[in-house]
């Protein structure tokens, strides 16, 4: 299959225009870094400058555009979103190159997805210009980037059918999705809001209530020693087993570290303020089944365990109640800031007022939100049968195969 540069196939690659944002609304809409961060046009990830259309008229988005990171972290550099009407004005902003397909050489449904294919990938791998804090290519480089080019009709079958597999991918996400927000609808239905349970229940302290904190180890990763859970591995009120990393500990603080089935795991600094107090439930039996020890995990010094009285409290009611809007305006009030990171300590935590419904009915919970998370397992593992499809469909369509 022959291939062109993609200076060939673009009316244009460049830069946007240049003017200071801000995130207020006022005047178009103009596009940010992180606008194309989910790999689609986010149109509540965008900026604003004031500007009127006539001021910029050169660098409104059309329908097919490709919006290009070209500066950015080594991991995020690269990504692409097509912009298709939505919003219906918006601005081609710096930092992000705006690719135009010439729609007499390439379908830009086609050009999209050759973006992302493996190829392209590893052409695009030799062209970054690393940095301290950000890698860039530079637009001159990607000019000299190729991509496969088949005839119109056959780029147009080959995106069409790819389309297909994405759109499979994009409802198995959107299920996830419902999934993620089931725990806290069911939580609401049984207990209300902290407001209204409040006057239902008892109110403690976490303190009073008998939850013990204690801060993670600050040693160095490493390759020996225990699997050590950190900041990336709380994630939506779970623990995730992917980049896993060991760090080695004293005998006598491991045993102060060593998790338990159950406990808590609160991030306790970030930079951004909604990620600070995020908590999950260490799950030894999901440790288990991913074939690892579930005696044998620590955690890292960004993160505070918290072990509870589980008489009187379930972690999984806590971890709920914790997501409720209540709950993060206190969380938000006791963090504290320093040098742009927010911070959130165990006297914080210990502060933290929680109504305590009967054990009967928070264990009742827990075993709904089992429920759940059976339901999100299988569709995780359908997602990911569906991405390995749509990645050989990519495989073979720029080999010439499909």
């Not at 965008?46 to 080594?74: K, M, T």
């Not at 999209?112 to 001159?140: D, G, H, M, W």
């Not at 900041?231 to 080695?248: A, E, K």
Request: glycine share 6%; net charge positive; charged share 25%.
């Amino acid at each position: 299959m022959r291939s062109s540069s993609l200076d060939e196939v673009a009316i244009h690659i460049r830069n946007g225009f240049p003017v200071k944002q801000s995130r207020d609304a006022g005047g178009l809409p103009i596009t940010r870094i992180e606008t194309i961060a989910d790999g689609s046009i986010n149109p509540f990830r965008i900026g604003y400058a004031g500007l009127r259309e006539d001021e910029c008229l050169n660098w409104l988005l059309q329908p097919g555009d490709i919006l290009f990171s070209h500066i950015n972290s080594v991991s995020h550099l690269g990504k692409v979103a097509m912009y298709k009407g939505d919003p219906r004005k918006l601005v081609h902003g710096m930092n992000l190159l705006c690719i135009r397909p010439d729609a007499e050489a390439v379908e830009p449904k086609y050009l999209l997805y050759a973006l992302r294919c493996e190829e392209f990938t590893r052409q695009l791998s030799k062209n970054i210009k690393p940095a301290v804090n950000q890698a860039s290519i530079a637009i001159s480089d990607l000019k000299r980037l190729h991509v496969p080019l088949p005839p119109l009709a056959e780029q147009r079958r080959v995106a069409a059918i790819l389309d297909k597999a994405d759109a499979l991918r994009a409802k198995r996400r959107a299920a996830l999705a419902q999934l993620d927000t089931l725990a806290q609808s069911i939580f609401l239905d049984m207990f209300g809001g902290p407001a209204v349970s409040s006057r239902r229940w008892p109110v403690s302290s976490l303190a009073k209530l008998g939850v013990e904190f204690r801060y993670g180890t600050s040693n160095r990763s490493s390759k020996h020693g225990d699997w050590t859970l950190r900041i990336p591995n709380v994630l939506r009120g779970s623990i995730r087993l992917d980049d896993l990393q060991r760090v080695p500990v004293a005998q006598q603080e491991f045993e102060r570290l060593r998790l338990r089935d159950g406990d808590l795991l609160f991030v306790r600094t970030n930079g951004n303020p909604d990620y600070v107090g995020r908590c999950a439930v260490y799950d030894a039996r999901a440790v288990e089944n991913a074939g690892l020890d579930r005696e044998r995990f620590i955690y890292a010094s960004y993160l505070i365990r918290g072990r509870l009285p589980f008489e009187r409290v379930s972690s999984v009611f806590l971890r709920e109640f914790l997501a409720t809007p209540e709950a993060r305006r206190q969380l938000r009030a006791r963090s504290r800031t320093s040098a742009g990171q927010y911070n959130l300590n165990t006297q914080g935590l210990g502060a933290m007022q929680v109504f305590v419904p009967p054990i009967d009915l928070q264990r009742e919970f827990a075993h709904r939100v089992a429920a759940i998370s059976t339901l999100r397992e299988r569709a995780e593992n359908a997602l990911g049968e569906t991405s390995s499809l749509f990645a050989s469909l990519q495989h073979r369509a720029f080999r010439g195969e499909l």
